[in-house]
């Protein structure tokens, strides 16, 4: 039997979703790419590894053997890639971090203010929502994720280093903009637009309502903080974001906070990563700067209304 570690890859990942238009887009390749990619290593496998039924694929029997045995090969290749990287040390290292979509706001400034110190470590940054770093999480794809309030159910080390305080946002000159703890019933009387399904933000912001007992009507759904803030600025809604992603707009007061009863919903930034991940020496000295400053990256931006200084 002759396979690739290519083929290998594209496997583990149409058999992760089951699917193939997910794993082409998780690869960066085409649909017929992953299929020829697919159909290669059948050949050479000799059996069938995926079988269709109506719409939807399942692993045959050969193919949760090669499942459970390419999962191992990958945690080896990690393994290998880690000790490596730990062999050459801080001067030429890899860092390879995931954020969440809001934390991006600062962690380009993290990076740019570690990497003056460490200038010959290489830097991959991904941004995605709170749903794709868990799934990056389950499955060992970055050393380290910074993200809001971590899931339970993954063997983690969490430490938190920065609240992250989430605002109720207004149009400059909004009627509210001049109130002072506005009661949260005002709010059921106006349209919010929302970050979409799987953004932290928007999990936090549907626990506080159902937890305090309001039902807010929510308009258009958008996938960035940015989105969200030209929506709000263009008079389409309120919307609740990170304090941390509005330093512009309130230096430039194109969005003003509102100042609602029972908000700021306060929650914290972590840095996440797998319990017994080996941390190259690069990714430990990211941890460490990030646990000694993060908390003073973003300067204080806590002020209401439209009087933003
Ligand atoms: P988000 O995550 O960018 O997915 O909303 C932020 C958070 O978890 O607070």
Not at 90 to 109: D, K, P, Q, Y
Not at 192 to 221: C, H, K, P, W, Y
Request: hydrophobic share 40%; proline share 4%.
């Amino acid at each position: 039997m002759h396979l690739t570690l290519r083929q290998l890859k594209v496997f583990e990942s149409v058999a992760r979703h089951l699917g193939y238009t997910r794993a082409a887009e998780e690869l960066h390749l085409t649909q017929p790419a992953v299929s020829m990619q697919i159909k290669q290593l059948e050949d050479s496998v000799g059996l069938p590894l995926f079988e269709k039924m109506g719409k939807k694929i399942f692993l045959t029997e050969a193919g949760r053997e090669l499942y459970g045995y390419s999962n191992s090969i990958s945690r080896q290749l990690d393994e290998v890639d880690e000790v490596i990287e730990g062999l050459k040390g801080l001067e030429r290292g890899r860092l390879a971090i995931s954020v969440a979509s809001t934390a991006n706001a600062f962690a380009t400034r993290l990076l740019a203010a570690f990497s003056k110190d460490h200038s010959g470590v290489t830097v991959s940054l991904d941004v995605t929502n709170r749903r794709g770093l868990l799934s990056q999480l389950a499955n060992n794809e970055a050393d380290m994720v910074i993200m809001g309030r971590p899931p339970r159910d993954l063997d983690l080390v969490t430490e938190a280093f920065m609240d992250n305080p989430l605002v109720v946002i207004a149009p400059p000159g909004h009627p509210l903009g001049s109130e002072r703890n506005i009661p949260l019933t005002r709010l059921q009387n106006e349209t919010f637009v929302v970050r979409e399904l799987g953004s932290g933000t928007r999990n936090a912001m549907e626990r506080f309502f159902t937890d305090q007992g309001i039902r807010v009507t929510t308009g258009m759904e958008m996938t960035s903080n940015e989105a969200i803030k030209q929506a709000v600025e263009a008079g389409l809604g309120l919307g609740i974001v990170s304090i941390h992603t509005l330093e512009l707009e309130l230096e430039t007061r194109r969005i003003c906070v509102l100042d609602a009863e029972n908000f700021p919903i306060l929650r914290h930034w972590y840095v996440v990563h797998r319990r017994g991940k080996r941390l190259s020496p690069a990714a430990q000295a990211f941890k460490d700067y990030v646990l000694a400053e993060g908390d003073k990256i973003m300067p204080t931006l806590m002020t209401f209304g439209n009087s933003q200084p």
